[in-house]
């Protein structure tokens, strides 16, 4: 039977009878690493800092899940409220998109937890370990010795500790994160519902930053494999000027008709996926910038003119000219500002308190001689993160007569309960479509609701 290999075409993550090289990237400098650097410290700073920060009083982002209680930018919202994040979703999902369409996978190299976690927390600590990535492939050519037994379980120690450190920050979005040193105090048994949570992730995280790492971009996440059909010739990607570079020819002189490739694989040799960019654009490229880095090195070595692999369009990379504006664009970004825009018009409409007006169970009406009865209970949803006091009255008087003996309550922050109204009226005064209504309003600051309902009686 004929054994079909895969294709590998320098890519050095995959070795040649298919099974997997591990990727050491090498280490490199460059304008692009200090800047990814910056906003990777910015990133993490931000993911550990939020869970502390509070607007109002409140958490500035807090889920809340097991309360059903969520807090976002100090505004509160609990479980009824959940229909806001389709309009929230949605507007950030087509906002990639439309990013995509303009920068390529720039969210993959700049902002994706994946590179964030992978390249300023987990390479870093491996190359303080086990040294940079030249020695690692020597090292792994080499049998088991002792020492690197040792160290390899030095950094898997470290690994561990790493992804439980950011798997309990992670924890902080879902609890308050004030408590969380206490829960943890308390042991496992006392929230084992979070414990669960936490050792999953943290157990997730280390087999994907210790273990599987490039294979989640190239292989699982779902985002990249929509590229090349949110990208188009006008997006900005990471390529390689094949009219410049080719042919190549090593070493520092140039060739009478020779490119400005020099062959000096430094390009390949710090891809964190192992493959090369000079064969042009790929899933599997993650917009890292280190290739561009690496070569803009070369090139300043060269005394040739950096940008031999560089941020460009296709069509730029091929000389023409590069378009900004495309009709993709201005559909990405009209579905992008319209889930925005929705989102921002449902939180000016979000009320700070609800109340819904429903029957007591049993009969619609009851009839106690000449007078008829309707039971009602109101629904009422506290949705602010403080005590308020609510007060529950009619609306107009007869032919009702009110009886509602909880007309004062006292509700704790996303607290809900119900409160029972019973309404009487004279039979003979019941005309057509007779209604009852009630208004609840907040004691206090906050603005009146008027709920009503039907009165039924006999025809
Ligand atoms: S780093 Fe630049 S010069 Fe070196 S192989 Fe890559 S493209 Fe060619
Ligand atoms: S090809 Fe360049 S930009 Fe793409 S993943 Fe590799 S190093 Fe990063």
């Known amino acids: 039977m004929a054994v079909h290999l895969p294709v590998v075409d320098n890519r050095s993550s995959i070795r040649g009878d298919g099974s997997r090289a591990t990727v050491h990237p090498a280490d490199v400098r460059g304008r692009f690493n200090t800047a990814r650097v910056v906003v990777f410290g910015v990133l993490l700073a931000a993911y550990a800092l939020v869970p502390w920060v509070t607007i109002n009083g409140h958490p500035m982002v807090l889920l809340d899940v097991a309360r059903r209680q969520f807090f976002l930018l100090g505004r509160v919202f609990n479980a009824q409220d ?48 086990e040294g940079p990535a030249a020695q690692r492939h020597r090292r792994e050519a080499g049998p088991w010795t002792a020492g690197r ?186 579905f992008g500002l319209a889930g925005l825009a929705a989102t921002a018009l449902a939180l000016r409409s979000h009320t700070a308190f609800e109340a819904n007006v429903l029957r007591l169970n049993g009969p619609p009406y009851a009839l106690d001689g000449e007078m008829v009865r309707n039971a009602y209970d109101i629904h009422l949803v506290n949705k602010q993160g403080r005590r308020v006091t609510f007060a529950v009255d009619p609306v107009g008087g007869a032919p009702f007569a009110f009886v509602i003996p909880m007309a004062r309550v006292t509700l704790e922050p996303l607290a809900d309960a119900h409160v029972p109204v019973f309404v009487t009226a004279p039979r003979r005064d019941l005309h057509g479509d007779a209604r009852v209504r009630l208004r609840v309003r907040p004691l206090g600051a906050g603005e009146a609701l008027t709920v009503e309902a039907p009165f039924l009686g006999p025809d």
């Not at 309009?87 to 990639?96: M, N, R």
């Not at 995509?100 to 590179?115: D, E, F, H, I, S």
């Not at 924890?171 to 050792?199: C, D, H, N, Q, V």
């Open 82 to 129: 959940v229909w806001l994040t389709f309009f929230l979703l949605s507007g950030i999902g087509f906002g990639l998109v439309g990013l995509t369409a303009v920068a390529g996978r720039a969210w993959c190299g700049w902002a994706c937890p994946q590179t964030v976690f992978l390249e300023s927390l987990f390479r870093p600590l491996q190359r303080l370990i």
């Open 149 to 334: 037994l040792l160290r390899r379980a030095l950094l898997w120690a470290l690994y561990l500790a790493l992804a439980a450190a950011v798997a309990h920050v992670f924890l902080g979005y879902f609890t308050p994160i004030r408590g969380l040193w206490a829960m943890i105090k308390a042991g496992p048994a006392a929230s084992p519902e979070a414990f669960g949570w936490t050792a999953a992730i943290t157990a997730a995280m280390f087999f994907n930053f210790a273990w599987f790492r490039e294979q989640t971009c190239v292989a699982i996440c779902p985002y990249g494999r929509l590229q090349s059909v949110l990208t188009d010739p006008d997006s900005l990607v990471i390529g390689y000027d094949v009219t410049r570079g080719e042919p190549r020819t090593k070493g520092k002189v140039k060739a009478a008709g020779a490119g400005d490739c020099v062959e000096c694989n430094r390009c390949v040799v710090v891809c964190p996926t192992g493959i090369d960019i000079r064969n042009g654009l790929q899933l599997d490229c993650i917009a890292c910038t280190r290739c561009i880095d690496a070569c803009d090195d070369v090139m300043d070595r060269l005394e040739r003119p950096r940008g031999l692999i560089r941020y460009d369009s296709l069509r730029g990379l091929q000389h023409g000219a590069r378009r900004f504006l495309r009709p993709r664009l201005a559909l990405y970004a009209a």
